[in-house]
């Protein structure tokens, strides 16, 4: 339904859902109450309201619509329905002291032993000259460059990305016990997390990641033939068989350390809640499927048109999961874990991850991105981490880029959960800054619907 009253109301799997947009807190009704809230704004005179519901439920008395309405008016004065949203007023006034680098992304390598065909990185060439490992100096001088710039943030975190990281294994092991060794002496936590194709994965992979990894990312896309279609080794045979048992024992070993098995779903697949559950039946209680962001026309590109099918298949994956969780076989699926009562912080609810701003991408050769979606284009290069950040317009592009600011999202009635998107999608699949990635705001907004849905039944 129409947002522009400041709720969002809608119905999905028998629950009728009322979303307060500003203060986000969410009512589950009946069909009585939802008519009434949906409707209550198009009504002056509160008596036309209760005529309009006395007609469409001619079952209920008058006394009970007309108590129905000073209920809705109470939770009015409560902040919890039509509230005004007064976060751009702290956008203003604060958001310019929130400068501090909090994150950093380590490109470690830029070769891979696999080649993936939807990959956005490319980076197929095992070993491929000296640019494609970072070096250990590199690394260490990265640590310094994320310490010096971190203000007071005292957690920091780090990823291990690529092409493949193991790759490299020996450098991210050095970054990490250098890291270690600053800690205490610099007043910081860091944090780091291993993103792998677990090709390479062994017992020293094991015993070292779950003694320093706050978290391991495992690429796997699910059923054996839909992960073997797409994720193939470089002599052209897929790697199912050659990686799920390595996830198994590794996620074993860390005893409930964080983890994730990440994968991802093309058009060839959109019955992908068979890929989600054949994961979660392999033994994994973390996942994440997210949908592929492709050259267009390519076969795997998911189209307009296949929405329908990709929304039924997140409610019927929402419907799976509140029904394992029952029996004592519940899992967690990434996009929709959603805390009603915390949640992001409101810099993160406006401006998303801060992208060029609180993290940052860092390349084999110690270049500075904006995120590790946009490495390898040079025209998003934005300086180093020996002579620091000195691309200060390209900086402010981004910075200034907030759900206020895209005039697509100011009125969503999602932009405080997606706070605009990703910035490297938007960029490329919108046609540029203040672009927006149009599919993927569709599908961000069902699987909020469905995240919604499950808090309220198991409220």
């Not at 000259?129 to 957690?155: P, V, Y």
């Not at 981004?398 to 959960?417: E, G, L, M, P, V």
């Not at 999608?425 to 990635?437: A, D, H, K, V, W």
């Amino acid at each position: 339904m129409p947002n522009s009253t400041g709720i969002h109301c809608y119905k999905l799997c028998g629950y009728n859902i009322v979303l307060d947009i500003a203060s986000g807190a969410v009512h589950s009704v009946d069909d009585l109450a939802f008519d009434a809230i949906s409707k209550y704004n198009d009504f002056d005179d509160k008596s036309e309201l209760v005529l309009f519901l006395s007609e469409k439920h001619p079952n209920v008395i008058d006394n009970e619509i007309i108590s129905l309405s000073e209920d809705i008016k109470q939770l009015i004065i409560q902040g919890k329905l039509f509230s005004a949203d007064t976060r751009k007023k702290i956008l203003n006034s604060q958001f310019s002291i929130l400068n501090s680098l909090k994150a950093l992304c380590l490109n470690v390598s830029h070769s891979c032993n696999m080649s993936c065909a939807y990959c956005f990185a490319n980076y197929a060439s095992c070993g491929a000259g000296d640019d494609s490992f970072m070096s250990l100096e590199t690394g260490k001088r990265a640590i310094d460059f994320l310490i010096e710039n971190s203000g007071n943030i005292k957690t920091l975190d780090v990823d291990f990305f690529g092409g493949e990281p193991l790759l490299n294994w020996d450098v991210v092991k050095g970054i990490v016990l250098y890291a270690r060794g600053l800690e205490q002496k610099c007043n910081k936590k860091l944090r780091f997390t291993l993103t792998t194709n677990g090709v390479l994965i062994d017992d020293e992979v094991i015993r070292f990641t779950g003694s320093h990894m706050h978290n391991v990312v495992l690429s796997l896309d699910g059923r054996p033939e839909v992960h073997d279609k797409y994720r193939k080794l470089l002599g052209g045979s897929g790697s199912y068989s050659d990686v799920v048992s390595k996830f198994r024992k590794l996620v074993e070993a860390r005893r409930g350390k964080g983890y994730y098995i990440r994968g991802t779903y093309t058009r060839e697949n959109l019955d992908f809640l068979n890929d989600i559950l054949h994961i979660a039946d392999l033994g994994f209680k973390e996942i994440s499927l997210e949908p592929v962001v492709g050259v267009p026309g390519t076969a795997f590109e998911i189209a307009a048109d296949d929405l329908v099918t990709v929304f039924d298949q997140y409610e019927a994956l929402a419907v799976e999961m509140l029904r394992r969780e029952v029996i004592g076989q519940g899992f967690s699926f990434y996009h929709f874990n959603l805390d009603l009562k915390k949640g992001p912080c409101v810099h993160k609810r406006i401006a998303g991850c801060g992208v060029a701003e609180s993290y940052l991408a860092v390349t084999p050769k110690g270049e500075l991105f904006p995120c590790h979606q946009f490495v390898g284009d040079d025209k998003f290069k934005m300086g180093d981490i020996w002579q620091s950040v000195n691309n200060n317009e390209l900086k402010g592009k981004f910075s200034s880029a907030n759900i206020y600011t895209q005039s697509k999202c100011r009125d969503c009635w999602a932009r405080f959960y997606c706070s605009g998107g990703c910035a490297a999608n938007n960029f490329y699949s919108g046609g540029g800054f203040g672009g927006l990635y149009q599919l993927g705001c569709e599908i961000f907004k069902k699987r909020i619907e469905c995240a919604i849905m499950m808090q309220a039944a198991k409220m």
